[in-house]
């Protein structure tokens, strides 16, 4: 009995599989659209006074775009350029001097951030102590005298550099020199509203005293 030809034909190929589908990217585009909507709405008149509220929507995406590749990428320098992003937008949301103080915040914190995610990064805590030392002078604004502003000034930075000394993970002995000196610096200073910046910086330099002994017996 004659049997025919074998069927010799390969099985159809299978279709590649279409890519996970990026739902972030559709989130942001979509996000970005409606902004640029509202944006072309308030130039043309038919939503006034909205500009700092679009300004502050804009800034927003740009710190969650900045977050979402920092994470993506495990890059602490994406992270940190979100938060002077996200200051932006607290400071075109929020006129006069709180908003500027809220920037100078966001941008400190951003400092703060280095040093959590790596503590090698000891040198961020002067920065960062720095801009919130200067969002609080900037947030007072007249408020304080010349000299209350000097006083808070030096204060702010003896704080900051006393963190540097014994606050982190790599304390730097160095510190101790500039914290001293912006201690008598504040003093001198505030000489003229010695009601509260002497007993002030009394506190200190007892807080000081005090977390040195404890890291005398810690190290026992």
Same mark, same amino acid.
């Given at each position: ?169 790599? $304390? ?5 020199? $500039? ?42």
């Amino acid at each position: 009995m004659h049997e025919g030809p074998a069927n010799t034909s390969s099985p159809a190929p299978e279709r590649p599989s279409r890519p996970p589908r990026d739902d972030s990217r559709t989130i942001i585009a979509i996000i970005l659209i409606a902004v640029g909507v509202l944006a072309l709405l308030s130039t043309t008149g038919w939503l006034p006074q909205v500009g700092g509220l679009i300004g502050a929507a804009l800034f927003l995406v740009v710190g969650g775009a900045l977050l979402y590749l920092a994470r993506r990428h495990a890059s602490d320098w994406l992270m940190f350029a979100a938060f002077p992003a996200f200051g932006l937008a607290f400071a075109s949301a929020v006129q006069g001097t709180l908003g500027g103080a809220g920037f100078l915040a966001f941008t400190g914190a951003g400092f703060l951030a280095l040093v959590v995610a790596e503590p090698t990064r000891w040198w961020s805590v002067i920065p960062a102590g720095t801009l919130f030392t200067l969002a609080v002078i900037t947030w007072s604004g007249d408020a304080l005298s010349a000299q209350a502003t000097g006083a808070v000034l030096f204060l702010g930075l003896a704080a900051t550099f006393l963190v540097v000394w014994r606050g982190t993970a790599h $304390p730097q002995a160095w510190a101790v020199i $500039p914290a001293a000196g912006c201690l008598v610096m504040a003093l001198v200073v505030g000489l003229a509203l010695a009601d509260w910046v002497v007993p002030v910086v009394l506190i200190a330099i007892g807080a000081v005293l005090l977390l040195r002994g404890q890291m005398r017996q810690r190290g026992r």
